[in-house]
Nanobody
């Protein structure tokens, strides 16, 4: 059974930083993890950024320049470094993996940014 687990969410003040982690298990390795998304109450889930197996990244306009995705293949972990956090970044953050035509999601980790 494929399992994605996100961690690292917390409550921070505006201007602060957090690093989220995503680990995959159950027949899928971390190279299949390809994206970060977030969802705020009452809003649709939105794309935050992608990372290719080779480490190439792309980001949504709202986070570009502040968020950085990276991989540590030895650890089997994908990270999302979030700097200069703002209250509008408050959301549940999810990582997504793709294997063939199927996508997998973690349970999410909550990020709350206070003003």
């Amino acid at each position: 059974q494929v399992l994605l687990v996100e961690s690292g969410g917390s409550v921070v003040q505006a201007g602060g930083s957090l690093r989220l982690s995503c680990v995959a298990s159950g027949g899928i390795n971390s190279l299949a993890i390809e994206g970060w998304y977030r969802q705020s109450p009452g809003k649709e889930r939105e794309w935050v950024g992608n990372i290719s197996p080779g480490g190439a990244t792309n980001y949504a306009d709202a986070v570009r320049g502040r968020f950085t995705a990276s991989r540590d293949n030895a650890m089997g972990t994908v990270f999302l470094q979030m700097n200069s956090l703002q209250p509008e970044d408050t959301a549940t953050y999810y990582c997504m993996a793709r294997l063939g035509t199927r996508t997998y999601w973690g349970q999410g980790t909550q990020v709350t940014v206070s003003s």
